[in-house]
């Protein structure tokens, strides 16, 4: 079993109505399953993940970006070292699974 772990999150940008966040993780990690309050964007901008989104995996590298539907379960696993850009309103709320 893969151990869930979270990612080295660093604010980059706080505007009126949306932040950007970048995440940092590792090959291998598994980041924790969760869904949000609101649609978010995610945009890979180093290394390779696969989001699991709605049941359905996606394989992002460099340069790809996916819209995350509000309310829907989704995780990353990590490919290969990664950094990406999380863009979202602010004031979105998260719900995680209880590991």
Known sequence: MTTVSNPKVTLVEEGEKMTIKQMEAFT???LPKHKAS??????VIEGACVLNLAEKDHLLGPGDSMVIPPNVWHQIKVNQNFKALHVMPNGIQFDFVKQ
């Open 28 to 30: 291998g990690q598994l």
């Open 38 to 43: 609101d649609e978010s964007v995610l945009v």
